[in-house]
């Protein structure tokens, strides 16, 4: 039997925990999509075949850095930025928490992976192939 999504105790919840653990700056992200909702329209499944194939070749080049090396590179390229959850429109799932600080990577030019960091893990939660996950500067 699968665990409740909503369960407090369910062990999908997000935890803020070891998302700034220093421990593991010097290692590679690690990526899961565990998270990430199917019929929200900012899925896998909702892309196209080229943003599918240009994520597997970011995500491919992201886990041969560094979290420090990512976070130290351009937003826009290899490197992170932080995120708001007030600046997210699109919905997020019920078992992410208020204490989830979000991070951007990117995919495909300047389309973002949204999710977060829980140590060496990049839970993806959203893909904004068509810019309307969250307000735009």
């Not at 080229?50 to 041969?64: G, I």
Request: net charge positive; charged share 25%; hydrophobic share 35%.
């Amino acid at each position: 039997m699968k665990p409740d999504r909503k369960d407090s105790k369910s062990p999908f919840k997000a935890r803020l925990g070891a998302a700034t653990s220093e421990n593991t700056d010097a290692q590679p992200p690690i990526f899961s999509f565990e998270m990430m909702v199917a019929d929200t329209g900012y899925s896998v499944n909702c892309c196209q075949n080229d943003d599918q194939a240009a994520l597997a070749r970011q995500l491919f080049a992201l886990s041969r850095l560094s979290w420090r090396d990512i976070k130290s590179a351009h937003r826009h390229g290899l490197g992170t930025e932080k995120m708001e959850r007030g600046s997210i429109k699109a919905p997020l799932p019920a078992s992410v928490t208020e204490d989830v600080t979000f991070l951007v990577l990117r995919f495909n030019g300047k389309k973002a992976m949204i999710g977060y960091r829980d140590g060496r893990t990049f839970h993806i939660l959203l893909l904004d192939h068509k810019f309307t996950a969250y307000k735009h500067g």
